[in-house]
């Protein structure tokens, strides 16, 4: 008699109650998360998940850059691991399932694996990388970014937050209420790595499919402008003698949503963070730092319109100077098809309808992708709102995808 | 043998020296104040303000409003006293003679009356007005727009900063370090009030009067624009379908700032204060809310003026909503003209040189025009640089124009 697969013993329930517990670590009025990166929400969060590992006799570590992981121990201590998870920290106001699926899906897969009584030959690791969102510190994606050897450690703990509070001291702080983690070097060789995710836009929900297997993800350029102008009284300062930053600034917003908007809505131009210094009603504005996030699918034609950044923003400085930084220059990848195909040989042996599609927002998959065979699956995500306290999806699509996700573990580690 | 006027007793290093030692209350690293209404810092300016008073045997006295009163006596208790002051509170990035040296030269010439041995008939009251910058409460000039009872007090105690704090709670904790200071009925009858300000502009140096007689203030409209749109994913919302706060908001900026433009550059248009929510750099942004604060010499102009910003604001929200709040409208008014000619007639007996010359920016004493014949004198700031760390102003220019208010304070008593 065949043993049964681990994906039968998948619980659409206890998944979905490990994911409402968890939203209750940064819990707003609206229903959404405010669980920033290396917060004490954060923290909550990871002691939480540190628990269910725990119970379950998983054998939780963290690395120097904060990322967490959970061993399931395999047959074979000398076979690299199998990697599957996701994030834990959200946006300022973000939803319940943005990264935080993608771990409880791991967890519940690995769960599932443990209840199935098949001993995989690979460890497989549950993992919860550390500041993916980028929002309290950018940019983003700065575990995996590190864990892959793209970013070095020290220039990482050395971003500061707009308090002025750095990584290396968030992290140190958080460390403390960690303490009973075993530490974990730094980067390691990984087999594979499979990152479970909401969809983030409306395909999947609009076509009913509960599973997409993400064929590759968009490139992203980001940058930071910094407008220095000065400082002067609302009322007696001319025009002609000002050098107004807010108005330098709002002038290259307009500017560069000008210049880079494409009839065919592909390219995707935001400017998210706007600060402004006094920041006072009657004072000429004399600094404004704002953040670009452009992305589109096309590696070369993003290089093309991240280049003409920067002389956008000087055509627009008026008599104010102005710095554009340039934080991050990923081009658009594509994950191995050999990946892709064992996900949709699995999802068609489950008699789970998916659909390949690509992927817009970025993941933590991006850096994993540089150091090991990578892939994602995604699930429907209620109107493609995301990013946005209403962020919903279903117990039943979550559960589809953690089904295929766990026989998939299980064949990668074997 | 007739006795030597009051101006004859006034003391540019005392003047000189209460200014620098005002000026480490909120003190900043560029020299400049970061003392903004009902904080701490202005809590020890006041405190420090009283204790100079009390060594020289004035009455200290507070009102509800947290306006703060000095009272040098009179001979007769029942004539309405002389009022001279200006406000303790800064811009976040202030200078050091903002506001200041109105509160510290009305100090220095009632020093310079009593040094000079003659006794006024009517009381001169040295005021420091609540909350004149308007930056942590908005709008500003509170303190005398209460005591004109241009405002009411009880809707003036509601107003909260960006933390929340009421107008009503920091004047509560406040009062607790003031509780040593009588109390005073909010509001009385006032015989004259005169204001000593730094110009703010540049034309008292540029032509070289060390003393100039204010004729009347510029008007001012301010607003505050609530533009509300739909937080979203900046990799994954494609443009037709996002409600962008950000994107409408800085159209509104360029389009308000292209509608008001005038050749001539006698209006003035500032937006000094710009929020974003969430304010995250992959998050498309779901509100921003921004401050207009517009002038004009010319009333009429400027009723004109103001009407155009709503429709303007609406012309450029795109796919968002905006809610347009007027603020505040005050028309532009000139002070009465006998008062001006009794400060030309002292400066002249003093030999100070003056040219008269309109206030581009607001000041308390436009709420006390509404009630008392009110008068302002000015003296150069270097460069017209205010609102800013870098203000300056010399020692001597400060006494001059301290020397006509003590005579001219006197013989408004007499």
């Given at each position: 008699m065949m043993a049964r697969a681990p994906s039968s013993f998948v619980s659409d329930a206890r998944l979905w109650d490990r994911l409402q517990s968890l939203a209750?670590?940064?819990?707003?009025?609206?229903?959404?998360?405010?669980?920033?990166?290396?917060?004490a929400e954060d923290t909550e969060a990871q002691l939480a998940l540190v628990e269910w590992g725990q119970a379950l006799g998983l054998e939780a570590s963290r690395d120097d850059a904060g990322n967490l992981f959970l061993r399931l121990q395999g047959t074979d201590p000398d076979a690299a691991p199998v990697l599957s998870g996701s994030h834990l920290d959200s946006q300022p106001t973000g939803g319940r399932f943005d990264g935080a699926y993608g771990v409880m899906a791991a967890l519940e897969a690995v769960q599932a694996i443990l209840e199935s009584n098949v001993k995989p030959r690979r460890a497989i690791d549950v993992v919860a990388w550390m500041?993916?969102?980028?929002?309290?510190?950018?940019?983003?994606?700065m575990g995996s970014a590190v864990f892959a050897g793209d970013r070095t450690l020290e220039q990482t703990l050395l971003v500061r937050d707009a308090e002025g509070l750095s990584v290396g001291e968030a992290l140190a702080a958080q460390q403390a209420h960690l303490a009973h983690v075993l530490k974990r070097t730094l980067g390691h060789p990984v087999h594979a790595y499979v990152e479970a995710h909401i969809?983030?836009?409306?395909v999947l929900e609009r076509e009913g499919y509960p599973v997409g297997i993400v064929t590759g993800i968009q490139g992203k350029h980001t940058f930071q402008v910094l407008v220095t102008g000065e400082a002067a009284h609302a009322g007696t300062s001319r025009r002609c003698e000002r050098k107004d930053a807010l108005l330098a600034a709002t002038a290259m917003v307009q500017g560069l949503a000008a210049a880079l908007h494409d009839d065919a809505d592909v390219t995707r131009f935001t400017v998210g963070r706007f600060d402004v210094l006094?920041?006072?009603?009657?004072v000429v504005a004399s600094q404004v730092e704002f953040s670009i996030d452009l992305r589109h699918p096309d590696s070369a034609t993003l290089r093309a319109l991240g280049a003409m950044v920067d002389s956008i923003c000087q055509a627009h400085r008026g008599p104010c100077s102005v710095q554009v930084h340039r934080l991050s220059a990923a081009d658009s990848l594509r994950f191995p098809p050999h990946m892709c195909e064992q996900a949709a040989a699995i999802a068609k042996r489950l008699q789970i309808a998916t659909r390949e599609l690509p992927s817009a927002a970025g993941h933590d998959a991006r850096y994993l992708h540089k150091v090991t065979p990578s892939a994602m699956l995604f699930v429907p995500c209620h109107l493609g709102i995301?990013?946005?306290?209403a962020e919903s999806a279903t117990p039943s699509d979550l559960a589809a995808g953690t089904r295929v996700l766990a026989d998939w573990l299980l064949e990668l580690a074997s």
């Open positions: 209750q670590f940064g819990a707003t009025p609206l229903g959404g998360v405010n669980r920033q990166a290396l917060s500041n993916e969102e980028g929002s309290r510190f950018a940019p983003g994606m969809e983030q836009g409306p006094p920041n006072a009603p009657s995301t990013h946005n306290e």
